[in-house]
């Protein structure tokens, strides 16, 4: 459950514990010589011979916090003042116990805060509770993640609609993913633990299909809230569209141009966006609440939400203008201290930074990239991170703490089941198993009846045919780092833009977001058509594409920017280029020295460094997204169409679309 503020207001004319000491904080009104000073826990570790975190600091705030007034003013002989000031408390603000606004005494300072409680009541509670046997248990926590859901409410195709499950691919790879799927099997868990939360490690929306997009991704928010969604991280893709918008998928609302384009209004969000490590410029806050504390028995835990640092490098300027993204790592170190203060000793990240492992969706073998180096600098009274943004599946051990993750598009569902020790707060044990949304399951009435309602209102954008194909056209990439699909894509772009004096297109491969596959069928297309929510799933972004003019010698640089260093880990992003362009790379090089710049071809003549080429980028990389920094100092700029309106044109000249033949790049 939430934490509420009934505690803070009961509290209100309470002053806060500081660390001067009690001389200064005392003043007459708040002594009771019966009780002894108020106040007692500043700056000090115990009280009363009762040190917090113990068994008999559990006890005492247990009976503090659930018994009625009668047990506290005559069985357990607290003076009246002391029993009336804490039962005020722990009732809230209706005045009944056992109700949703309970307050609860999750550290003896706060106990302490009460008015006219000090030394002696903590000894008359403690001799009651040891004498009437209370006792302190474990708290058993179910915590359910999903990760980079990108508005996948209908099951996702290709290798994106998969897990492979075991050795042998051929035998072992089952269908996964889809929101109608993903909630039964998420009511399925909820169904084993009352204490059950569902989390979320960002990218919930951003590079949605057409049926989430076409709506300013609504349909993925009210998807989650039948979820029942509690947090989650902001991720990268969370800014597609800026802040103010992200402000609005929270708090609700018809969007300032396009209006409620169901006709029925936009409530928001019923979960908590969270973000500790971006501020915003004008204001050096956070732009949304940097953690949440939520209760489970009685104990609280805490859960950092955190931002991918480098969210500028592969997001439009537009859309992290005024911002700020500082290092995860730091900023989760720097609110231990707060969260433990306010009694929440268990303390999650959610981290939307990840890795990558050779291994299956449930192991951690040859486990990489920036999450290792994240998790080594964490503070260790962090005790899980729960990541996301790689798309990979695993569920590791590093440094000592769990860290998940749960692959994409909702295809996995990572369960970590946890036991607190009720006295110290402290996690116990844990256990965490991913758990592959298989499509066999029921599919959730409230689902599909949401998925219902937004493809009638799509249907006659989306299921328009456009073309046709022979065959598949996928984003899987030989050893070169080329993909037919990226190679397609590429192909449309300089097509499209020779008109701007375009020789070359380069495509960023986290631009191209979809696979089509010919045998599935969408919208009542006959197989092998192509419909234009097919095409958009490929590129759902909206860029524009930019034409201009760099050197042989910029060139190179930019093929050299495909590797870049990540929190210690090498990072590879292979851009597609358009036919008629080709280069050698090698492996064994360095990084920053692997182009062999006499391999550099256009259209069958080599690229001297004083060479002017008129190049194609889509508005992204113009910008020097994704790390290609030299994009930025291009010459001679003109805008083309948005980068859907080439591939669309692509598909009705080319029909049917034959996957071209990978060679353009050469890997030694």
């Known amino acids: 459950m939430r934490i509420r503020s009934s505690r803070a207001r009961a509290l209100a004319s309470v002053a806060l514990i500081s660390a001067c000491s009690t001389a200064d904080v005392v003043s007459s009104a708040d002594t009771d010589p019966l009780d002894g000073e108020n106040e007692a826990f500043a700056g000090k570790e115990d009280v009363a011979g009762i040190a917090d975190g113990s068994t008999e600091s559990c006890i005492v705030r247990k009976l503090a916090s659930t018994a009625d007034l009668t047990t506290l003013d005559d069985a357990a002989r607290l003076n009246r003042l002391a029993a009336e000031a804490i039962f005020r408390v722990a009732r809230g603000n209706d005045g009944e116990l056992a109700t949703a606004d309970d307050g609860y005494f999750f550290t003896l300072a706060e106990l302490d805060e009460v008015r006219y409680v000090g030394p002696k009541a903590f000894r008359q509670l403690l001799q009651y509770a040891q004498a009437t046997g209370v006792t302190c248990t474990d708290t058993s926590v179910q915590v359910l993640a999903i990760n980079d ?17 075991g050795a042998d691919a051929a035998t072992t790879t089952v269908d996964a993913g889809g929101a109608e799927y993903l909630a039964t099997h998420i009511a399925t868990l909820r169904a084993a633990n009352p204490n059950t939360i569902l989390v979320a490690a960002g990218d919930i929306v951003g590079a949605t299909p057409l049926l989430s997009a076409a709506f300013h991704d609504e349909p993925s928010i009210e998807s989650m809230n039948l ?31 396009d209006g409620c384009q169901d006709g029925d209004g936009f409530t928001g969000a019923f979960f908590e966006f969270l973000s500790a490590n971006v501020e915003e410029d004008s204001t050096r806050s956070t732009l949304f609440p940097p953690y949440a504390i939520r209760r489970f028995g009685n104990n609280l835990v805490g859960f950092i939400g955190m931002t991918l640092e480098g969210t500028p490098l592969v997001t439009t300027a537009a859309g992290v203008a005024g911002l700020t993204f500082k290092d995860e790592a730091d900023t989760a170190n720097a609110l231990v201290a707060e969260l433990r203060e306010q009694g929440a000793e268990t303390i999650i990240v959610l981290l939307h930074e990840g890795g990558s492992t050779s291994g299956l969706y449930n192991g951690c073998d040859g486990v990489s990239g920036p999450i290792v180096d994240i998790v080594s600098r964490l503070d260790k009274e962090i005790d899980v991170v729960i990541t996301g943004h790689t798309h990979k599946a695993y569920n590791c051990v590093i440094d000592g703490r769990v860290v998940t993750s749960a692959a994409h598009a909702g295809r996995i569902v990572s369960d970590l089941d946890l036991v607190i020790d009720e006295a110290s707060g402290e996690l116990k044990t844990i256990t965490a198993n991913n758990i592959v949304v298989t499509r066999t399951v029921a599919k959730d009435a409230e689902q599909t009846a949401l998925i219902a309602k937004y493809e009638a209102l799509v249907a006659p954008i989306a299921n328009r045919v456009v073309g046709s194909a022979t065959g598949d056209l996928t984003r899987v990439a030989n050893l070169a780092g080329e993909s037919a699909l990226g190679n397609i894509v590429a192909d449309a772009q300089v097509e499209a833009t020779r008109g701007f004096g375009a020789q070359v297109a380069f495509m960023n491969p986290g631009g191209v977001r979809a696979d089509f596959i010919g045998t599935q069928v969408s919208g009542g297309e006959q197989v092998g058509e192509v419909t234009f929510g097919e095409l958009f799933a490929v590129q759902p972004f909206g860029n524009n594409l930019i034409v201009m003019t760099v050197t042989g010698a910029q060139l190179e640089t930019m093929l050299e920017q495909q590797w870049t260093m990540a929190s210690g880990a090498e990072k590879a992003n292979m851009m597609a280029v358009s036919t008629g362009f ?5 492996s064994t090089r360095a990084m920053g020295d692997r182009i062999d710049p006499g391999t550099l071809m256009l259209d069958g003549v080599v690229v001297t460094p004083e060479a002017s080429v008129r190049i194609v980028v889509n508005s992204f ?27 669309e044109q692509y598909f009705a000249n080319h029909s049917p679309v034959t996957a071209p033949v990978l060679g353009r790049v050469t890997r030694l």
């Open 582 to 586: 080709s280069y050698t790379w090698d």
């Open 621 to 647: 990389l113009a910008d020097g997204g994704d790390g290609f920094a030299i994009l930025k100092s291009g010459t001679d700029r003109q805008a083309g169409p948005v980068d859907l309106e080439p591939l």
């Open 227 to 257: 979820l029942r969604l509690d947090v989650a991280s902001v991720g990268n893709h969370e800014f597609d569209e800026g802040p103010d918008e992200l402000r609005r998928l929270q708090g609700g609302g018809c969007h300032p141009v």
């Open 149 to 165: 859901f990108h508005g996948n409410l209908k099951p996702p195709s290709g290798s994106s609609g998969k897990i492979q499950t």
